[in-house]
């Protein structure tokens, strides 16, 4: 599937047949994404999913962004050869990397591509009183400044103050979501941010969601927080029903399908704290389908 630099991640005109069938395509550096598979899942329970974990080569979030950009035009590229009808790039640091505008300009597919950060942006400006919006995420997509930029085209007068929190990755993976060492990690992070008197806080990685309750504690109970995983979901409902594309009534008979680049069982281990019973069996494609 060769990617095509352009202003838009898929083509707005395109229409797919009246209940359609096929399934939704989502990718993610690792488990991460699997946030974004459940609300889709809750949200959507006649579609099938067919979920990518790029686990050989994530996290993403450390790496460089030409890398990023490269590792998603390959895995969509792959999720498009499966016959999806639409893909989630349910990752921050790769929708920042090649589905935003940048000096490299956004990717375009021959597949429709939704991101993870347009969603949350909209909900995150509606939802501010104060007009300070706070945004957490990985270093690579704090550094991308694709937040930033997003909320500067939809909300003007809003002030964005972000923060990399490089560890919630590593501590949520490890299933520790509460305990002491992770509210002392969460209010190192995001102390500059309370200082700052945001009163929406966009949970810029789809990790996040997991940690709701520290944040919440740390953050204060009048801080909203907009998880870019159900905002997402949202988004990919109206762009279904917009191209004629749910699939109505369908009943989801093969199930959903998760891919992993890596180890399938460290997958599955570490998958299940964020889907639970709905992970089933996990298949093994190498780098996004080439080897």
Partial sequence: MTARTDDR??????????????????????????TVARALMDLLPDERIVYFGDTARGPYGPRDLDAVRAFTAEIVGWLAAQDTK???????????????????????FDVPVVGVIRPAVDTAVRATRNGRVGVIGTVGTVQSGAYDRAVAEVGEDIKVFSQACPRFVELVEQGRTT???????????LGPLVAAGVD?????????PLLT?????????????????????????????DRGALAHGEPVRAGHRFVASGSPASFAQLGARFLGPRLTAVDVERSGGRG
Wanted: proline share 7%; hydrophobic share 45%; glycine share 12%.
């Fill in 9 to 34: 991640s898929g083509p707005a005109t395109q229409r797919l047949p009246i209940g359609d069938p096929r399934p939704i395509g989502v990718f993610d550096s690792g488990v991460g994404g699997l």
């Fill in 86 to 108: 639409l893909v989630v790039a349910a990752c921050n640091t790769a929708t920042a990397a090649a589905l935003e505008p940048s000096t490299s300009g956004p990717l375009r």
């Fill in 179 to 189: 305990d002491p060492e992770v509210l002392d990690v969460a209010a190192d992070y």
């Fill in 200 to 208: 929406t806080l966009i949970l810029g990685c789809t990790h996040y």
């Fill in 213 to 241: 309750g520290v944040l919440t504690y740390v953050m204060g109970s009048g801080v909203v927080l907009v998880s870019s995983a159900e905002e997402t979901a949202r988004r990919v409902f109206v762009d279904l029903v």
